[in-house]
T-cell receptor, first 112, second 115 residues
């Protein structure tokens, strides 16, 4: 089955800096790559996703890039703010299409 | 529209007992997935139901089971609880069930503690 590795497990940045989280996957057939954000004590929420027919997608301060050849995708957050502090999970589909496999998560701390 | 509702919010059980957790999806959503969340392990997929049928399951022992009712509400059951079952159990719903084409809406979870 699909396997997703996520790095780093923790990330600490100063407000205004950029943050990058990277995930690698094993199944070359994967074609959907979402990112979820989970604030402390809250439910995970989708923040951005990308499909395999594009290499990059942006939404204001966040962007996701995909390298299908190398089988990795990354979340980029620019001009970080304290409210970006959360756990971020990458995910991709298992071959069966009804099973999202998540990475272990990255705890991002943005310090004022 | 009400979000995904999970009950109860907290549960404390002892080893060997069994437990049933409930999940009510967003109205009109027919797919319900269950995940186990533990520190450092991320979200581990348990199973997914669509129109009362289990379409996919993760690598959990048979003590973990689930079902879905005709109104799309879902329950998961864990029998013969072990200490390692302590976790946050999250359910998520989606509209039509092609998870690759739409996002998951998560509930707040049930925090299970096994003593």
């Amino acid at each position: 089955g699909e396997n997703v590795e996520q790095h780093p497990s923790t990330l600490s940045v100063q407000e205004g800096d950029s943050a990058v989280i990277k995930c690698t996957y094993s199944d070359s057939a994967s074609n959907y790559f979402p990112w979820y954000k989970q604030e402390l004590g809250k439910r995970p929420q989708l923040i951005i996703d990308i499909r395999s027919n594009v290499g990059e997608k942006k939404d204001q301060r966040i962007a996701v890039t995909l390298n299908k050849t190398a089988k990795h995708f990354s979340l980029h957050i620019t001009e970080t703010q304290p409210e970006d502090s959360a756990v971020y999970f990458c995910a991709t589909l298992d071959g069966g299409y009804n099973k999202l496999i998540f990475g272990a998560g990255t705890r991002l701390a943005v310090h004022p | 529209k009400a979000g995904v509702t999970q009950t109860p919010r907290y549960l404390i059980k002892t080893r060997g007992q069994q437990v049933t957790l409930s999940c009510s999806p967003i109205s009109g959503h027919r797919s319900v997935s269950w995940y186990q969340q533990t520190p450092g392990q991320g979200l581990q997929f348990l199973f997914e139901y669509f129109s009362e049928t289990q379409r996919n399951k993760g690598n959990f022992p048979g003590r973990f089971s689930g079902r879905q009712f005709s109104n799309s509400r879902s329950e998961m059951n864990v029998s013969t609880l072990e200490l390692g079952d302590s976790a946050l159990y999250l359910c998520a719903s989606s509209l039509a069930g092609r998870i690759g084409n739409e996002k998951l809406f998560f509930g707040s979870g049930t925090q299970l503690s096994v003593l």
